[in-house]
Structures are given as structure tokens and as C-alpha cells.
């Protein structure tokens, strides 16, 4: 991702097969560079949906534009994907063929102090929808302890609000962050909560000094806040855990027993939980007795997966299957087979730090509307949800 | 049709090609045709065909109220203007034109692009639009305006400083915007670079602009927090109670989503920490950012990350102690993280998390991957020599490692780490019995030099307690001649060693044996000295004398994790999250200071001054003429009509001619190199070559 030569340094990352590249001559700040380039894709994917060779080349247009904004001179310069959209519109043609009249400006945003809302917007019913997502990364052993586990939190919202309302965000007790400094966190029964990390959007010395999240949100979907807690006090056991015995008779066939277990409260219901458990890449001929759910065997994956759609807490299922082995094994094979078995997974109405929203206050100070705000909580499993075999 | 047009028509073959219909499409009288016609030029432009010779063409297009077209052209222009710089002067009107359109868009996007034509032409006209722009009441001119004045700055410094650019950019640092403030410090730090005047003083940090920076911190977008954040980390505090203060203005930052801008907020940190009294607390705040570097969704930003924690993590060693689990190895990690990580944990290893940390090693040594399992049981050897109170556990993994896993890989691998962990703790009975049978058994299996070295130095070392140590001593000098000359000098050393601390004469065959095969037969003299120095010494010494040189004991291993040298180590602590912080090597190593320097031209102002009229008129001959050949070419059906529409181009191109009457003073005044030059083939300059070569490296890469 960093490569020199010749004087010059290349700091690049790959992204559907494209290589983005930025050179430079100066010891500069990689992270930034790195950070930018990534930005610059996203910025690009939302603009042609996604972001390949294809797309590039019939985009060319658009993409000057949208460079000639993002950066001058090769400091970067405004990469709100929202903004963005206000100025270089995908259609200009029409645009200008239509409206004539209608000059395209900078908005006023781009330089203000606000740079992620314009002004005058306008909604008949103003609503703020509040998503609570907690995605749980848990490494488990084959004997079903948990070895690592981490919660990574987001809240999300959808603004539609009018105006430039300031928005005031209250959580629960158990979710007051402690104050970190503070070194008896340990003894209270609060949650540390680690690095919390903000949109922009949200005034951070309020928040330093005061511990009091207040911000005016831009408009439609973004991402509040985000935070992490790595427990392994707080969550010792799996969500869903899962037990998996393989059996290697050598040339012949490989058996699988599995039992999953939904450990989280019997009131809850564990949705589209996938079960993937790797299988030797040439295995053949599947024979599948699944308890409940269905399991297909995707060959080119080398794996099968097990799905049931729903899974209500406390019970428990078991799945049996049966692959046919080649005669001959290549000795290599059977160390792939220490691939991980994953698990996906959501589970509404529920969080599993317990973290809640008391309020979301809004004020809008000149048109002093009335405002819906709604909360909904989901866990879910995160991108490394992993059980270990053997 | 008559004979003639046949014959013109004959002699100029088929009205074909790209260029040709790019050409007329330029110069339809339909909107809409022009404007496909601009589209498609740049497109064949930007996959790499040249398409220059339509220069004249795009640039008729250039007066359009079409605010695409307009930037479509531009782009044009930015691209051909070094193989065009006459032409370029005609485009110069409608840039001081568009520098005051009513609409702030315009006229940024004026001023940018002027910026980026490298025209040494272009010089003398920007002074007007660019002090104008830079006073704009429209921050995002300002702004623009603010990066114009660095890039004036590359193309000509002199006059940039003369006209006073560099004082106005100084201003602009108390802008009330805050991406105006952060594009002028951005565009000030662009000059100090290329500055090679040692007089001229371009910025100069005062606890004023520190003030000014902190009020703004807040209110900027993420890039210009970083640039910011990089001003406040060049000042150097006068007092504790002022690095304080830029301290709690800073640790907010730790909590903005961009990776960047948390770990540049953690190198301003570092860098004020020393001075101000509750240096652990805010050492203690730092650990949670950090953890989050790793843990965002981004491999590469994880990458650099762990790179700079590495170098944080040997000034600060505390600074991580419980977060070792942050840095397992996930599998869906690409192998460059997850060797990092490696890294990293074995420096976070301490007494109470050495258990957990070994039974992690062990499940990345089972894995399949051979550079991950190597580093894996490398990193099982640092942790034992590291940790004294789990050596004999690190033992035992390594040794059921060896006969679980097996192989070849993990054989070596696992003989280099027990032969250190008994350097780090020599003469320890209950590990030289753990030890030596696992390896006295796989010596067959030993196949690289550095597990080879390992086991010979062991024997010598420890002969006692080898089973058949005579079959293996045999073993060893029979093949002698057969090792490379680094493992022979081991064998010597070991057979003369076993030779001593056996006192009875067992083993003086093979001693013999060794050092005739070592003084006869033997091609390498080192090899050859060292059995005469052995000889002599056993000969002729008193026996006191061979043990205090044959026995001494090889020197304590006290770790094998490296680390840097002091002095790289300060530096690399000042260069966070820059290039250095990921090459780990200080940046004077890497980068050439004088490849951003511009040599300062003195001949700003030159002797021979051109009159614009003179430039204007030799520009329009140069069009007419073009013109001429275009309907020599055309004549075709339309060729009558064609002659005719000379004058008629010529009449729209008057009016990008028309100087606006307040301008031509100053203009004429203005230099302008030979103008007869103008017209000869554009000179290659230094600049260019070298880009060229960079786009080779760049293509050689992938």
C-alpha cells in the first residue's frame, strides 16, 4: 500500500480490482492520503452506484468535476458526499437546457461553519428516525468459550427536519460515558464505553467538557455516533453458539454434526441466521438432514451454508451432513480445512450493551415545529463472528 | 462537379477519421453538437490520444455560458497549454472576464484553473484576478484563490513575492472562514517548500495565529482540522500552561471519525505532552484512539495504524498494556495486518497476559500460511526470552508444535526458537531436558542453515545431554565439507568444545579428522585459520588457557524484538502518521529535499518587452492561416462557401481579442519573452521529462 521509488512514493489501495494511486515527493501525511483516497471512492461509488473500470470510463466527465472539487493543488478540500451532490449534479444538461435561467452556485455550505446542510429545507412532517446497531464480533474456540469479543455500536439517523434544527441526544444511565479520566470505572456498574467516535456534525468540546451530545444533524441518513466495547467480562458467553463435529473417514466421506443454540432471552427471536462451515474443496455429493432451515453447499466457496430464517431464544438445533471424499487426498488439503466456520445474524429489539436512548430533543429556534422522533434497536452479528475448528 | 474540385477531392484522400469529425463537430453551429464535439475530445484526451491539433477549436468554445463546457474546456486547456503557450494568451480575456463573473463559481473556477495553466505567459495576467479574488467577499473563492497564490509560486516565486502574494496569503491565516484559513496555511507550507531563498520568510507561527487556529479547530472540515493540527504540531510551547492548552483543545479530536484526523491529533499530543505536569492522564486518554485505529473497517488505514502504534508503543510502553486482544489476527485479515499485528502483540506481552497470548501464537502457528506460522513461532521464542515466568510453557508449545504440526517449516522454525530461548536462560537444567531430546530427535529433519547453527552450537554446548552423541558427532564431521564455511566454523568450535569437556580422549578421532579435513582439504580461510588457531592452542597452551578461549560462554541474549535506535526513534516519534512513520525509517533517508525547491529565476521582468497588440496579431495570422488550410482541405461541395467563412471566424474570435481598456496599461507593460520564440516548438523543460519517467515507474508497478 506504500511503495517508493525514484524520489517518489506511492501510496495506494486497491478497490475492485482499480488501483487508486497518489504519488508524492514530501514526507507526507500517509493517513490522511490513505483516508482521502478512500473518501474519493466513496464519493465516486455514490455517485455511479459502483465504482469500476466500466463506470470510470463512462463517467470521465463527472469525475473531473468532482476531483476539481475534492482537491486543488493536491490539498484536499471538501469530500461530503452530501454537499458534493448539491453542486456537481449527475445531470447538468438537463439542467441547464430546462432552467436556463438557473445558475448553478456554490452552496453556501461548502466554506461555512455548517458544511454538511444547506439552509431552507423543508419537510411537512418532521421526523428523525434513530437506529441503534450493535454489531458483535465474537472469536470462539471449538470448546465454545469465547476468546475475544467486541461490540461495535453505531447510531444511525435519518433527519427529515426542517430548517436548522439543534438536536439535543440523551442515553441511558447505564450509557453514560465514564468520565475517562476517572480511574473507578471498574467498581460502577456503568459500561466504558471506548472510543466513542463522532460525526462531525456533533460539537466535540461540548461533548469533552460536558458529556452532553448536541448537534444540527445534516439532512437524510447519516452516522451519529459510533463506539466500541471489548467485554469479556460483560458478554463470557456466545449469542448463538455454535458446536461442530467433523469426521474425516479418508477417502471417503467427511460427516458433520452441528447444533446451534440461541443463548440470548427466550422473549427475543434471532433472525436469517447463516451458519457457513467450510468443507474440503473437493468434497462432493452432499447429503444435508437438517433438524430446521435448509443447508445448500456452495462448491466454489468451498462451504455449506445452514439458514434458518428465524431462531427464537433458547432453543436449540442440530444438523447433520454427509460429503463424499476423492480417493486421493493431496496432504495440503486437510490444512485448509482450519478455516473458521462463520455466523450472521440480527436479533431486533434489542441491545446487547443495553444502551438506550431516553431523549432526542429537537429545537428548531425560528419555526419551532413539531417533531416525531422514533427509536428502533437491532444486534446483529458483525464481519468476524467466528467460531474456530478443531 | 468539375475537374479541378475532382482533382482536390483525389488529392486529398476520404473525409474520414476521428479527428476530422471531433473538428467539424467543434465548429457546428448547434449548440448541443459542439458541446458532444468538447465531450468526445476529452474523452479521446483522457485514454491518451493527442489532440492537440484541435486546439483552436476547443478554444472558440471557450465563451459559453454553459457552466459544463465551460470547465470541459478548461480541462482542455490545462491539459494542451504547454504545447499551445501562444494560444493560450487568447484565452486570457475571458479568464479576467470569468474572474468577475456575477457568480462565486465562476469565478473560482476562473482563478483555479489560470492557476493551473504552467504557461510562463500567464504570469503577468494573473496578478489583477488574483489580488482581486483573494479580497472576494465569497469564501469559496477565497479559498480557491488562497491555493492560486502557491501555485503562482511554482511557476514564477519572484513575482509571486514581488506582487506581495505571499504577504496577502499571510493575511488570509486570520480569515473568519475556516477552510480559507486552512487553504492558506496548506498553500503557505506548499511555498515554504519550494522556497530556495533563505530571505524570504514565509511562515512565521506566533501565539496570536496558535490562538486564532485553536478558535477554528472546531468549525473545520475534516481536512482542514489536519492541516491545523499540523501547524499546532510545528510550534513550539513557551510555556506549560500554553501547551495545556493546546492539549485540551486537541483531545476532542480523538473522538472525530476520520482515522486521520485522530492520529494527527495524537502526534500533537506527543508532541506538547512533556511539558504540561499530568503527562500519565492524558497518556492514559490516548489509548482508547488508539485501539480505534485498528478496529476501523479500512486494512490499509489498519496498516499505517499499526505501524505508528509500533513506534508510539516503544516511547510509550505502557500506553496499550490491556488492550492486547484488540490485536488477535482475525482470518479475514490480509496477511500484511496480520503480521503486523504480530508485531505488536509481542511488544504488548507481559506477565499477566502471557498465557493468553501464547495460546494465540499457537493457533497462528497451526495455520496454513508459512511466513504467518514462521512469525508465529519466532514470536512464541521473543515472548519466552522476554517473559522469564512462561519460558517452560513457551517450551512446551514449541516442542508440541514440533510433534503435532511437524514439517519441515515448522521443525526449523521451532529448533532457531529453543536454541535462543537457551541463550536468554543458559544452563537451566530443566530446559536443556525439555530442549535437547526434541531436537537430538529431528536432527534429520533440519534443513536451513540458521536451525543448523542452532542444534551444533547446542551440542557443543551441552553434550551431555545427548543421546548417541557420538553417532551425531560423526554424523556432523563426516558431511563436514559438505556445509557451508559458517556452519564448518560451528562444527570446529563444537568438536573441539565437546573434545575439552569430555577429558577422557573419545572423541580425539574425530577431533583429528575435523581438523585435518579444515586445514587440508578446506577452501575458505577462515575456516583454515580458525583449525590452526585450535590446533596451536590445544598443542601448546596450558589447559587453563583453552578453557578461558574455547569454553567462554557466548554473550546473553536479552530479546529479540528489535527496536529502533534512539536517535531514529525521536525522530520517527516527530514524524507520525507521515510516510517515515511507515517506511520506520527517518525521512531524510527517502525524500530529496531539493526535489520540491524551484530554482528562483531572476528574470522575471525581461529586457525585451512584447506589445499584447503584436502577440494579438501574430495569434489571429496564426488562426487565419489555420483557417486557410482547413478550407484548402474542405474543398468540396461546400468549398465556395467555405473561402467565404474566413472573415466570419475571424469577426468571433475579435471579441476574445478585446482587452478590457484597464487592463492594457499594466499589460503592456508587462514582459514577455522573445516573441518570435513563441512560435518555435514548446521547450522541453526538466519538469516534464521526469513526470514522464514517473508515469513508467508507476505503470511498472502494476
Given at each position: 500500500m506504500a511503495y517508493k521509488g525514484n524520489g517518489i512514493n506511492y501510496v495506494y489501495i486497491n478497490h475492485n480490482n482499480l488501483y487508486v494511486c497518489a504519488l508524492t515527493r514530501?514526507?507526507?501525511?500517509v493517513m490522511a492520503l490513505v483516508v482521502f483516497l478512500l473518501k474519493l471512492i466513496e464519493v465516486l461509488t455514490l455517485y455511479f452506484k459502483s465504482l469500476e473500470e466500466e463506470s470510470i470510463r463512462d463517467n470521465f466527465v463527472i469525475i473531473y468535476e468532482l476531483l476539481d472539487e475534492v482537491m486543488d493543488y493536491g490539498i484536499p478540500q471538501t469530500t461530503d458526499t452530501k454537499i458534493l451532490k448539491e453542486y456537481i449534479t449527475q445531470d447538468y444538461y438537463r439542467l441547464i437546457r430546462n432552467t436556463p435561467l438557473r445558475v448553478v452556485q456554490p452552496p453556501?455550505?461548502?466554506?461555512?461553519?455548517?458544511?454538511?446542510r444547506k439552509e431552507g429545507i423543508f419537510y411537512k412532517k418532521n421526523e428523525a428516525f434513530l437506529d441503534v446497531v450493535e454489531s458483535i464480533n465474537m472469536l470462539i474456540n471449538a470448546q465454545g468459550q469465547v476468546l475475544n469479543s467486541e461490540i461495535l455500536g453505531e447510531i444511525k439517523i435519518k433527519s427529515h427536519l426542517s430548517g436548522m434544527p439543534d438536536l439535543r441526544l440523551g442515553l441511558n444511565d447505564k450509557g453514560?460515558?465514564?468520565?475517562?479520566?476517572?480511574?473507578?470505572?471498574?467498581?460502577?456498574?456503568?459500561i466504558e464505553m471506548e472510543d466513542i467516535k463522532f460525526h462531525q456534525c456533533v460539537r466535540l468540546s461540548k461533548f469533552e467538557n460536558e458529556r452532553i451530545i448536541t448537534f444540527i444533524p445534516p439532512d437524510?441518513?447519516?452516522?451519529?455516533m459510533s463506539y466500541r466495547l471489548s467485554l469479556a467480562q460483560f458478554l463470557m458467553k456466545p449469542l448463538i453458539l455454535i458446536t461442530c463435529k467433523t469426521k474425516v473417514h479418508k477417502h471417503s466421506r467427511i460427516e458433520i454434526m452441528c447444533s446451534a443454540r440461541a443463548?440470548?432471552?427466550?422473549k427475543s427471536t434471532a433472525n436469517n441466521v447463516e451458519i457457513v462451515i467450510p468443507i474440503p474443496?473437493?468434497?462432493?455429493t452432499p447429503k444435508f438432514v437438517p433438524e430446521y432451515g435448509t443447508v445448500k453447499w456452495y462448491p466454489e466457496k468451498s462451504c455449506i451454508i445452514w439458514k434458518l430464517r428465524t431462531f427464537p431464544g433458547g432453543k436449540q438445533f442440530h444438523m447433520r451432513a454427509e460429503l463424499g471424499l476423492p480417493?486421493?487426498?493431496?496432504?495440503?488439503?486437510l490444512a485448509t480445512m482450519r478455516r473458521p466456520i462463520k455466523a450472521k445474524f440480527s436479533i431486533p429489539y434489542f441491545t446487547t450493551s443495553g444502551i438506550q436512548v431516553r431523549y432526542l430533543r429537537i429545537n428548531?429556534?425560528?419555526?419551532q415545529y413539531q417533531s416525531y422522533p422514533w427509536v428502533r434497536y437491532i444486534t446483529q452479528s458483525g464481519d468476524d463472528y467466528t467460531v474456530r475448528t478443531s | 462537379m468539375s475537374l479541378e474540385k475532382k482533382i482536390l477531392s483525389f488529392l486529398k484522400g476520404?473525409?474520414?477519421g476521428e479527428t476530422f469529425e471531433l473538428k467539424s463537430g467543434l465548429v457546428s453551429q448547434y449548440k448541443h453538437e459542439r458541446k458532444d464535439a468538447i465531450q468526445r475530445v476529452i474523452q479521446a484526451m483522457t485514454v491518451g490520444?493527442?489532440?492537440?491539433?484541435l486546439f483552436p477549436d476547443v478554444l472558440k468554445?471557450?465563451?459559453?455560458?454553459?457552466l459544463e463546457q465551460k470547465k470541459l474546456v478548461y480541462l482542455y486547456l490545462m491539459n494542451y497549454a504547454k504545447s499551445h503557450p501562444e494560444l493560450c494568451i487568447l484565452a486570457v480575456n475571458t479568464f479576467i472576464q470569468d474572474t468577475e463573473d456575477p457568480n462565486p463559481l465562476i469565478r473560482a473556477l476562473a482563478i483555479r484553473t489560470m492557476g493551473c495553466i504552467?504557461?510562463?505567459?500567464?504570469v503577468d495576467y494573473m496578478e489583477i484576478p488574483l489580488s482581486k479574488t483573494l479580497a472576494d467577499d465569497n469564501p469559496y473563492v477565497r479559498k480557491t484563490a488562497a491555493i492560486c497564490v502557491a501555485k503562482l509560486f511554482d511557476l514564477n516565486p519572484q513575482v509571486c513575492v514581488e506582487f506581495g502574494f505571499v504577504d496577502e496569503l499571510k493575511k488570509l491565516i486570520?480569515?473568519?472562514n475556516p477552510m480559507v484559513v486552512a487553504n492558506s496555511l496548506n498553500s503557505l507550507y506548499e511555498i515554504r517548500d519550494m522556497n530556495?531563498?533563505?530571505?524570504?520568510?514565509?511562515l512565521d507561527i506566533t501565539p496570536e495565529i496558535i490562538k486564532n487556529l485553536l478558535m477554528c479547530l472546531n468549525e473545520c472540515t475534516e481536512w482542514g482540522r489536519i492541516t491545523v493540527l499540523t501547524t499546532l504540531n510545528e510550534y513550539e510551547a513557551p510555556t506549560p500552561a500554553e501547551a495545556g492548552h493546546i492539549i485540551e483543545r486537541v483531545v476532542?479530536?480523538?473522538?472525530?471519525?476520520n482515522p486521520s484526523v485522530v492520529l494527527t491529533s495524537i502526534k500533537t499530543i506527543l508532541r506538547h505532552?512533556?511539558?504540561?505536569?499530568l503527562k500519565p492522564a492524558i497518556l492514559k486518554k490516548l489509548s482508547a484512539p488508539l485501539v480505534s485505529l485498528v478496529s476501523s473497517s479500512i486494512p490499509e488505514a489498519q496498516y499505517v495504524g499499526m505501524k505508528n502504534i509500533r513506534i508510539i508503543l516503544e516511547k510509550?510502553?505502557?500506553?496499550?498494556?490491556?488492550?492486547?486482544?484488540?490485536f488477535f489476527i482475525k482470518y479475514s485479515d490480509p496477511l500484511y495486518l496480520k503480521l503486523e499485528k504480530l508485531e505488536i502483540m509481542v511488544r504488548l506481552a507481559n506477565d499477566s497476559n502471557a498465557g493468553l497470548l501464547l495460546g494465540e501464537l499457537k493457533e497462528y502457528a497451526m495455520e496454513f500460511e508459512p511466513t504467518l506460522v514462521t512469525k508465529a513461532i519466532k514470536s512464541v521464542g521473543s515472548v519466552a526470552i522476554k517473559l522469564s515466568v512462561c519460558v517452560v510453557k513457551a517450551v512446551n508449545l514449541l516442542c508440541t508444535l514440533i510433534d503435532q504440526r511437524g514439517g519441515d517449516l515448522v521443525i526449523n522454525e521451532a529448533v532457531v526458537a529453543l536454541t535462543n530461548i537457551l541463550r536468554r536462560y543458559p544452563g537451566k537444567n530443566d530446559l536443556i531436558t525439555l530442549i535437547v531430546p526434541v531436537i537430538s530427535n529431528h536432527v534429520e529433519d533440519l534443513t536451513t542453515s540458521e536451525a543448523l547453527a542452532g542444534y551444533i552450537w547446542l551440542i557443543g554446548e551441552y553434550?551431555?545431554?545427548?543421546?548417541?552423541l557420538h553417532s551425531k558427532v560423526d554424523a556432523l564431521v563426516d558431511g563436514f565439507l559438505e556445509y557451508e564455511s559458517q556452519l564448518q566454523l560451528n562444527i570446529l568450535t563444537s568438536v573441539v568444545k565437546i573434545n575439552l569437556s569430555t577429558n577422557?580422549?573419545?572423541?580425539s578421532n574425530q577431533l583429528q579428522k575435523v581438523l585435518e579435513l579444515a586445514t587440508?582439504?578446506?577452501?575458505n580461510a577462515d575456516v583454515r585459520d580458525k583449525a590452526y588457531i585450535y590446533w596451536r592452542l590445544l598443542s601448546s597452551s596450558s589447559t587453563d588457557a583453552q578453557q578461558k578461549v574455547i569454553m567462554a560462554k557466548l554473550p546473553r541474549i536479552d530479546t529479540t524484538i528489535a527496536s529502533f535506535n534512539p536517535v531514529v526513534l525521536e525522530s520517527l516519534i516527530n514524524d507520525l502518521s507521515t510516510l517515515a512513520s511507515v517506511y520506520h525509517k527517518p525521512a531524510s533517508t527517502f525524500?530529496?529535499?531539493?526535489?520540491y525547491k524551484r530554482a528562483?529565476?531572476?528574470?522575471?521582468?525581461?529586457?525585451?518587452s512584447g506589445n499584447i497588440r503584436d502577440l494579438t496579431k501574430l495569434a489571429k495570422q496564426e488562426i487565419i492561416n489555420n483557417a486557410k488550410n482547413e478550407n484548402l482541405l474542405d474543398f468540396d461541395d461546400e468549398g465556395t462557401e467555405a473561402s467565404d467563412a474566413a472573415p466570419s471566424l475571424l469577426d468571433e474570435l475579435n471579441d476574445l481579442f478585446i482587452t478590457p481598456g484597464d487592463n492594457q496599461g499594466s499589460l503592456t507593460n508587462q514582459s514577455t519573452n522573445d516573441?518570435?520564440?513563441?512560435?518555435?516548438p514548446p521547450q522541453p523543460k526538466p519538469a516534464t521529462n521526469t513526470e514522464r519517467k514517473d508515469t513508467n515507474d508507476l505503470l511498472d508497478l502494476f
Amino acid at each position: 500500500m506504500a511503495y517508493k521509488g525514484n524520489g517518489i512514493n506511492y501510496v495506494y489501495i486497491n478497490h475492485n480490482n482499480l488501483y487508486v494511486c497518489a504519488l508524492t515527493r514530501k514526507n507526507e501525511n500517509v493517513m490522511a492520503l490513505v483516508v482521502f483516497l478512500l473518501k474519493l471512492i466513496e464519493v465516486l461509488t455514490l455517485y455511479f452506484k459502483s465504482l469500476e473500470e466500466e463506470s470510470i470510463r463512462d463517467n470521465f466527465v463527472i469525475i473531473y468535476e468532482l476531483l476539481d472539487e475534492v482537491m486543488d493543488y493536491g490539498i484536499p478540500q471538501t469530500t461530503d458526499t452530501k454537499i458534493l451532490k448539491e453542486y456537481i449534479t449527475q445531470d447538468y444538461y438537463r439542467l441547464i437546457r430546462n432552467t436556463p435561467l438557473r445558475v448553478v452556485q456554490p452552496p453556501n455550505a461548502v466554506t461555512n461553519a455548517v458544511s454538511w446542510r444547506k439552509e431552507g429545507i423543508f419537510y411537512k412532517k418532521n421526523e428523525a428516525f434513530l437506529d441503534v446497531v450493535e454489531s458483535i464480533n465474537m472469536l470462539i474456540n471449538a470448546q465454545g468459550q469465547v476468546l475475544n469479543s467486541e461490540i461495535l455500536g453505531e447510531i444511525k439517523i435519518k433527519s427529515h427536519l426542517s430548517g436548522m434544527p439543534d438536536l439535543r441526544l440523551g442515553l441511558n444511565d447505564k450509557g453514560i460515558f465514564s468520565a475517562d479520566s476517572s480511574s473507578e470505572s471498574t467498581n460502577s456498574k456503568g459500561i466504558e464505553m471506548e472510543d466513542i467516535k463522532f460525526h462531525q456534525c456533533v460539537r466535540l468540546s461540548k461533548f469533552e467538557n460536558e458529556r452532553i451530545i448536541t448537534f444540527i444533524p445534516p439532512d437524510g441518513e447519516f452516522t451519529l455516533m459510533s463506539y466500541r466495547l471489548s467485554l469479556a467480562q460483560f458478554l463470557m458467553k456466545p449469542l448463538i453458539l455454535i458446536t461442530c463435529k467433523t469426521k474425516v473417514h479418508k477417502h471417503s466421506r467427511i460427516e458433520i454434526m452441528c447444533s446451534a443454540r440461541a443463548q440470548i432471552k427466550k422473549k427475543s427471536t434471532a433472525n436469517n441466521v447463516e451458519i457457513v462451515i467450510p468443507i474440503p474443496e473437493d468434497a462432493d455429493t452432499p447429503k444435508f438432514v437438517p433438524e430446521y432451515g435448509t443447508v445448500k453447499w456452495y462448491p466454489e466457496k468451498s462451504c455449506i451454508i445452514w439458514k434458518l430464517r428465524t431462531f427464537p431464544g433458547g432453543k436449540q438445533f442440530h444438523m447433520r451432513a454427509e460429503l463424499g471424499l476423492p480417493a486421493v487426498v493431496d496432504p495440503e488439503e486437510l490444512a485448509t480445512m482450519r478455516r473458521p466456520i462463520k455466523a450472521k445474524f440480527s436479533i431486533p429489539y434489542f441491545t446487547t450493551s443495553g444502551i438506550q436512548v431516553r431523549y432526542l430533543r429537537i429545537n428548531e429556534p425560528k419555526l419551532q415545529y413539531q417533531s416525531y422522533p422514533w427509536v428502533r434497536y437491532i444486534t446483529q452479528s458483525g464481519d468476524d463472528y467466528t467460531v474456530r475448528t478443531s | 462537379m468539375s475537374l479541378e474540385k475532382k482533382i482536390l477531392s483525389f488529392l486529398k484522400g476520404p473525409k474520414k477519421g476521428e479527428t476530422f469529425e471531433l473538428k467539424s463537430g467543434l465548429v457546428s453551429q448547434y449548440k448541443h453538437e459542439r458541446k458532444d464535439a468538447i465531450q468526445r475530445v476529452i474523452q479521446a484526451m483522457t485514454v491518451g490520444k493527442d489532440v492537440s491539433l484541435l486546439f483552436p477549436d476547443v478554444l472558440k468554445n471557450i465563451a459559453t455560458y454553459d457552466l459544463e463546457q465551460k470547465k470541459l474546456v478548461y480541462l482542455y486547456l490545462m491539459n494542451y497549454a504547454k504545447s499551445h503557450p501562444e494560444l493560450c494568451i487568447l484565452a486570457v480575456n475571458t479568464f479576467i472576464q470569468d474572474t468577475e463573473d456575477p457568480n462565486p463559481l465562476i469565478r473560482a473556477l476562473a482563478i483555479r484553473t489560470m492557476g493551473c495553466i504552467r504557461v510562463d505567459k500567464m504570469v503577468d495576467y494573473m496578478e489583477i484576478p488574483l489580488s482581486k479574488t483573494l479580497a472576494d467577499d465569497n469564501p469559496y473563492v477565497r479559498k480557491t484563490a488562497a491555493i492560486c497564490v502557491a501555485k503562482l509560486f511554482d511557476l514564477n516565486p519572484q513575482v509571486c513575492v514581488e506582487f506581495g502574494f505571499v504577504d496577502e496569503l499571510k493575511k488570509l491565516i486570520n480569515d473568519p472562514n475556516p477552510m480559507v484559513v486552512a487553504n492558506s496555511l496548506n498553500s503557505l507550507y506548499e511555498i515554504r517548500d519550494m522556497n530556495s531563498d533563505p530571505n524570504l520568510n514565509v511562515l512565521d507561527i506566533t501565539p496570536e495565529i496558535i490562538k486564532n487556529l485553536l478558535m477554528c479547530l472546531n468549525e473545520c472540515t475534516e481536512w482542514g482540522r489536519i492541516t491545523v493540527l499540523t501547524t499546532l504540531n510545528e510550534y513550539e510551547a513557551p510555556t506549560p500552561a500554553e501547551a495545556g492548552h493546546i492539549i485540551e483543545r486537541v483531545v476532542p479530536q480523538l473522538q472525530h471519525v476520520n482515522p486521520s484526523v485522530v492520529l494527527t491529533s495524537i502526534k500533537t499530543i506527543l508532541r506538547h505532552v512533556d511539558k504540561v505536569p499530568l503527562k500519565p492522564a492524558i497518556l492514559k486518554k490516548l489509548s482508547a484512539p488508539l485501539v480505534s485505529l485498528v478496529s476501523s473497517s479500512i486494512p490499509e488505514a489498519q496498516y499505517v495504524g499499526m505501524k505508528n502504534i509500533r513506534i508510539i508503543l516503544e516511547k510509550h510502553p505502557q500506553i496499550l498494556s490491556k488492550e492486547l486482544r484488540v490485536f488477535f489476527i482475525k482470518y479475514s485479515d490480509p496477511l500484511y495486518l496480520k503480521l503486523e499485528k504480530l508485531e505488536i502483540m509481542v511488544r504488548l506481552a507481559n506477565d499477566s497476559n502471557a498465557g493468553l497470548l501464547l495460546g494465540e501464537l499457537k493457533e497462528y502457528a497451526m495455520e496454513f500460511e508459512p511466513t504467518l506460522v514462521t512469525k508465529a513461532i519466532k514470536s512464541v521464542g521473543s515472548v519466552a526470552i522476554k517473559l522469564s515466568v512462561c519460558v517452560v510453557k513457551a517450551v512446551n508449545l514449541l516442542c508440541t508444535l514440533i510433534d503435532q504440526r511437524g514439517g519441515d517449516l515448522v521443525i526449523n522454525e521451532a529448533v532457531v526458537a529453543l536454541t535462543n530461548i537457551l541463550r536468554r536462560y543458559p544452563g537451566k537444567n530443566d530446559l536443556i531436558t525439555l530442549i535437547v531430546p526434541v531436537i537430538s530427535n529431528h536432527v534429520e529433519d533440519l534443513t536451513t542453515s540458521e536451525a543448523l547453527a542452532g542444534y551444533i552450537w547446542l551440542i557443543g554446548e551441552y553434550p551431555k545431554y545427548f543421546s548417541q552423541l557420538h553417532s551425531k558427532v560423526d554424523a556432523l564431521v563426516d558431511g563436514f565439507l559438505e556445509y557451508e564455511s559458517q556452519l564448518q566454523l560451528n562444527i570446529l568450535t563444537s568438536v573441539v568444545k565437546i573434545n575439552l569437556s569430555t577429558n577422557d580422549s573419545s572423541y580425539s578421532n574425530q577431533l583429528q579428522k575435523v581438523l585435518e579435513l579444515a586445514t587440508k582439504e578446506c577452501e575458505n580461510a577462515d575456516v583454515r585459520d580458525k583449525a590452526y588457531i585450535y590446533w596451536r592452542l590445544l598443542s601448546s597452551s596450558s589447559t587453563d588457557a583453552q578453557q578461558k578461549v574455547i569454553m567462554a560462554k557466548l554473550p546473553r541474549i536479552d530479546t529479540t524484538i528489535a527496536s529502533f535506535n534512539p536517535v531514529v526513534l525521536e525522530s520517527l516519534i516527530n514524524d507520525l502518521s507521515t510516510l517515515a512513520s511507515v517506511y520506520h525509517k527517518p525521512a531524510s533517508t527517502f525524500i530529496d529535499p531539493s526535489a520540491y525547491k524551484r530554482a528562483g529565476t531572476g528574470t522575471s521582468k525581461a529586457a525585451k518587452s512584447g506589445n499584447i497588440r503584436d502577440l494579438t496579431k501574430l495569434a489571429k495570422q496564426e488562426i487565419i492561416n489555420n483557417a486557410k488550410n482547413e478550407n484548402l482541405l474542405d474543398f468540396d461541395d461546400e468549398g465556395t462557401e467555405a473561402s467565404d467563412a474566413a472573415p466570419s471566424l475571424l469577426d468571433e474570435l475579435n471579441d476574445l481579442f478585446i482587452t478590457p481598456g484597464d487592463n492594457q496599461g499594466s499589460l503592456t507593460n508587462q514582459s514577455t519573452n522573445d516573441i518570435l520564440n513563441l512560435f518555435g516548438p514548446p521547450q522541453p523543460k526538466p519538469a516534464t521529462n521526469t513526470e514522464r519517467k514517473d508515469t513508467n515507474d508507476l505503470l511498472d508497478l502494476f
